[in-house]
């Protein structure tokens, strides 16, 4: 029979999956210079925090337009538009999505 594990155990782990994260480093680098075994932390850190599910639903196929004319790509989620050219500027894109991600 399998032993349940002490609510202590799993709060050292939620403080090492914490600390982790706000180090910056790789979790490789953090486990290496705090001793721990990466496949364990890869074990607690799946255990204890689960991700949400991605409503793929809000998101729309982006289709090439075959115009001669216009050249670029088109990105559409929840009723918005991206339209990028060849030559458009990725910081821009990167505020569009940070700002739709508000929304």
């Not at 349940?4 to 999956?17: A, G, H, V, Y």
Request: hydrophobic share 35%.
């Amino acid at each position: 029979m399998v032993k349940p594990f002490s609510e202590e155990i799993r709060q050292q782990w939620k403080d090492n999956i914490l600390k982790q994260h706000q180090s910056k480093l790789s979790i490789a680098s953090w486990c290496r210079q705090t001793g721990i075994a990466v496949h364990s932390f890869y074990y607690w850190q799946k255990k204890l925090c689960s991700k949400p599910a991605i409503d793929r639903s809000a998101f729309t196929e982006a289709v090439e337009e075959k115009n001669e004319s216009a050249s670029g790509l088109v990105l559409e989620y929840q009723g918005f538009n991206i339209h990028l050219n060849d030559q458009f500027n990725p910081s821009v894109l990167k505020r569009c999505l940070e700002v739709l991600r508000q929304c």
